[in-house]
């Protein structure tokens, strides 16, 4: 059987400022604590360690160049980053999303949101945290499919 549960860190916190061009990322606190929400959360949706799963790190600015120049250094870290977009809702600010194939590793999990946040505050943007979707939990690498773009 197949599940699909969406994890997303904004659920866990959503703290996080666009406003008059003002960039508030959390502390490093805040992201480790969330970051043990989340895997309290995977672990109760079923994630094995043992199991590959496609992980979103999530950015937003309200100036889209500053997104294009840190779009190169996820790049540089090894991410699938997608287009920059302007959000549909409200327009008021660009979003990307950058995509990494990882083993669920709890240390390796919180090393790369760590890194994400730093490389935020680098280039003045919003961090808005990681989530995953866990897809046939259970299922060994091999057997997992990409979804479908």
């Known amino acids: 059987m197949t599940r699909f549960i969406f994890v997303l860190a904004a659920a866990c916190y959503v703290g996080l400022v666009l406003a008059e061009g003002v960039v508030t990322n959390r502390s490093d606190q805040e992201q480790l604590t969330d970051n043990q929400s989340l895997f309290k959360i995977m672990d109760d949706a079923g994630a094995h360690s043992n199991i590959f799963y496609e992980f979103d790190?999530?950015?937003?600015?309200?100036?889209?160049?500053?997104l294009r120049k840190a779009k190169a250094d996820i790049i540089a870290l090894g991410y699938r980053v997608d287009k920059i977009v302007q959000r549909e809702h409200d327009k008021n600010y660009y979003a990307i999303d950058a995509k990494m194939?990882?083993?669920?590793?709890?240390?390796?999990?919180?090393r790369h949101s760590m890194q994400m946040l730093k490389l935020a505050r680098k280039h003045n943007i919003i961090y808005d945290g990681w989530g995953v979707q866990l897809t046939a939990a259970g299922v060994e690498h091999e057997d997992v499919k990409e979804k479908p773009k």
Not at 57 to 65: G, K, P, T
Not at 101 to 110: L, P, W
């Open 57 to 66: 790190q999530v950015f937003r600015s309200l100036n889209e160049e500053d």
């Open 101 to 110: 194939v990882m083993i669920y590793h709890k240390f390796v999990i919180a």
